[in-house]
């Protein structure tokens, strides 16, 4: 096999496209709350992109025999045997030991974070997809941590805060609508290899469009959280706010048509809606305000006097006095 036959494969097989997205929303978690270093922005994007990577190698070594049963995933390395398993363990461990090391040169926690993203997709996610619909919530958790491992990054303590956390959450809300839509246009396939995604153990119904309905009404104020902590600007109440009004009116729209063409056009709105909405945060912000949100940040004395400044304005006071009876 020639090289670029081979590179193409590994691409395959990591999926690099889509762990190249995963990194742009590390990356706006990272500037978001100040993160303006060259090698650091190096280590979290590279680092993001192997573990990523070594993550959806192992999706696919792990689903290896059902990928054969399913139309979209049946030309991949593993079912064609363009790549033996072992094979796949090599690159996975070549992929995942030097990222984890990379986030490890930005702090332990980001390197911990990116630990459980991997542990949990891998072991507890992908196994889980056969068994219950509830896959899906477990899913959200490592899928909601890029932005949050971003901000964890750029904090000169190394620790979660309420920052991480609401960059997390917004991430975490919208992975139920963006899944359920691809779950929605590739629901034959999935039944093929046994795979209950959607919301309805029915499956295209009115019951799985209704939670994806929730889902993307919920996005809305979640997507507001940032200007509600004035940790961003107006700008960001009518950008992200009518960005998530037209996600919503979409899921609504799929909700009265039941249609794959709606799911469709719902799943592309999901790809745009994420990065407009993190970056809009990272232009849009307001950083004093941002940085007194991190843990371990020192707040500004609002207090006119210090205690100590008070006592010399005292003494100096009594030293004027005695100094005019004197005279």
């Known amino acids: 096999m020639g090289i670029g036959k081979k590179v193409k494969m590994y691409m395959n097989f990591t999926k690099f496209r889509l762990s190249a997205l995963v990194i742009l929303s590390a990356l706006s978690g990272y ?12 280590y979290l994007m590279l680092g993001g992109l192997l573990v990523t990577a070594a993550s ?6 792990w689903e290896r025999e059902l990928d054969i ?3 979209r995933t049946g030309k991949r390395p593993l079912p064609t045997g363009e790549m033996s398993v072992n094979e796949g363990l090599i690159v996975i461990a070549l992929c995942l030991l030097p990222g984890l090391t990379m986030l490890y040169q930005l702090n332990l926690a980001s390197m911990l974070l990116g630990l459980a993203a991997f542990v949990s997709y891998v072991f507890i996610y992908t196994p889980m997809k056969r068994i219950s619909t509830w896959a899906v919530f477990v899913g959200a958790f490592p899928g909601a941590l890029p932005p949050m491992i971003g901000a964890v990054a750029a904090t000169p303590s190394g620790e979660l805060g309420l920052v991480a956390g609401v960059l997390f959450f917004v991430q975490f809300v ?11 246009v590739v629901y034959d396939d999935y039944q093929q290899a046994g795979f209950s995604l959607l919301p309805s153990k029915d499956g295209r119904t009115k019951g799985s469009a209704f939670q994806i309905v929730v889902y993307s009404l919920a996005l809305i104020p979640f997507s507001l959280l940032p200007w509600l902590l004035e940790w961003t600007s107006n700008v960001t109440l009518i950008v992200a706010g009518s960005c998530s009004i037209l996600f919503f009116l979409q899921s609504y729209k799929l909700f009265l048509s039941l249609t794959i063409a709606d799911a469709k056009k719902l799943m592309f709105a999901s790809f745009i809606w994420l990065p407009i909405v993190q970056f809009l945060y990272v232009f849009d912000r307001n950083l004093p305000e941002i940085k007194n949100a991190l843990p371990g940040a020192k707040k500004e004395v609002s207090a006119p006097l210090e205690a100590s400044e008070k006592t010399t304005l005292h003494l100096n006071s009594i030293c004027l006095n005695t100094i005019t009876i004197k005279n």
Not at 56 to 61: H, K, L
């Open 69 to 71: 049963l399913m139309n």
């Open 174 to 184: 919208w992975q139920f609508p963006h899944f359920w839509a691809i779950a929605w």
């Open 56 to 61: 959806n190698g192992s999706n696919q070594i």
């Open 31 to 42: 500037l978001f709350v100040g993160g303006n270093d060259g090698l650091e922005m190096v």
